[in-house]
C-alpha cells in the first residue's frame, strides 16, 4: 500500500470515530404529555395561555450534560389564551404571528446536578425576529431512559417589542414547560 493511501485511510478512520464519539444521544419529545405555556399579568389577573405546535430537539448526553443542545421551535399561530380580554395576542402589537410566524429558544450546555434533579438552561429566544438571553431553570429527571423536565422563565416581553405601549400588561411573561421525552435506541 503505498505512503499517500495509508494516510488517507489514517485520516478517514481517525474522522470516523471522531464524529462517531461527538454525538450525544438524541431524545424524542412525547408530545401528548409535554405543555409549553405562559402566564401574563392583564391588570392585576392572570392570564394563562398555551402553544399548541412546538418541537423540541434534545441532544443529551447525562454524562456530560455541558455538552447537550437543546433548539425549541414554536408555531406562533398555534397561541391560545384562556381570557376573551386577551384574544388580540396574535395580532401585530403583540405575538405578530403572521410577520413572524416562528419563535426560536436555543441553548447549548445544560447546568445539571443528577443528585437533585437541578437544572439550568442559558440561551437565547428569538421571538419576532429578536434575539435576547432567556435562561431557564427547573428540574430534569431520567430513570429508565426516560426524562422528564418541568422548567419556567421570564420573558422581559418589550425587549421583543410585544406589545409596546399596553401599560395594563405586566412586562414580565413567565414561561412554563413541562417536556416529557425517551433517549432514542
Given at each position: ?133 432567556l435562561v431557564l431553570s ?48
Amino acid at each position: 500500500m503505498t505512503r499517500i493511501r495509508k494516510t488517507l485511510i489514517g485520516i478517514l478512520a481517525a474522522a470516523a470515530t471522531l464524529s462517531g464519539a461527538a454525538a450525544d444521544p438524541l431524545w424524542i419529545m412525547e408530545r401528548d404529555e409535554s405543555a409549553l405555556e405562559f402566564v401574563i399579568d392583564l391588570g392585576g389577573s392572570e392570564i394563562v395561555g398555551a402553544f399548541a405546535d412546538w418541537t423540541a430537539e434534545i441532544d443529551f448526553d447525562p454524562a456530560i450534560p455541558g455538552n447537550a443542545s437543546l433548539r425549541v421551535e414554536i408555531n406562533m399561530q398555534s397561541v391560545s389564551v384562556d381570557d376573551p380580554r386577551a384574544q388580540a395576542l396574535g395580532d401585530t402589537t403583540w405575538l405578530s404571528v403572521e410577520d413572524h410566524p416562528t419563535a426560536v429558544f436555543a441553548a447549548t450546555g445544560f447546568d445539571w446536578s443528577p443528585d437533585t434533579g437541578a437544572l439550568d438552561v442559558n440561551g437565547t429566544l428569538t421571538l419576532r425576529d429578536i434575539a435576547a438571553p432567556l435562561v431557564l431553570s427547573g428540574t430534569l429527571n431520567i430513570a429508565d431512559g426516560r426524562g422528564e423536565a418541568d422548567i419556567t422563565g421570564v420573558i422581559l416581553r418589550l425587549t421583543h417589542d410585544v406589545g409596546i405601549g399596553q401599560d395594563a400588561v405586566g412586562a414580565e411573561v413567565l414561561l412554563r414547560a413541562r417536556v416529557v421525552a425517551a433517549a432514542e435506541d
